[in-house]
């Protein structure tokens, strides 16, 4: 059964740094396109980054600059690093592979706050 299972989230302060770690099992996270999204509390599920099975990153506007998208194909994972971090962005994290199927991780909190 594919599962991805994200780790790293808990409390950032503004202006600081938080790294989230997607772990995949069972599909290989080179052969997918794959990214990090997240929902805040009464907003829509939005895209934060991506990256494409040949290495291209793509990245919302409000974090360009902020946060890199990283893989590892050794350890089957997809890592967001997060910095200069806004306490609008707190919200559940999620990792995606997509390939023929979307899979979803099942959420990790990420609560910026001073």
């Known amino acids: 059964q594919v599962q991805l299972v994200e780790s790293g989230g808990g409390l950032g302060q503004p202006g600081g740094s938080l790294r989230l770690s997607c772990a995949a099992s069972?599909?290989?996270?080179?052969?997918?396109?794959k990214g990090w999204y997240r929902q805040a509390p009464g907003k829509q599920r939005e895209m934060v980054a991506r990256?494409?099975?040949?290495?291209?990153?793509i990245y919302a506007d409000s974090v360009k600059g902020r946060f890199s998208i990283s893989r590892d194909n050794v350890k089957n994972t997809v890592d967001l690093q997060m910095n200069s971090l806004k306490p609008e962005e707190t919200a559940v994290y999620y990792c995606?592979?997509?390939?023929?199927?979307?899979?979803w991780g099942q959420g990790t909190q990420g609560t910026v706050t001073s």
């Open positions: 995606k592979a997509q390939s023929a199927y979307a899979y």
């Open positions: 069972v599909l290989s996270i080179s052969t997918y396109d």
């Open positions: 990256m494409t099975t040949s290495g291209s990153t």
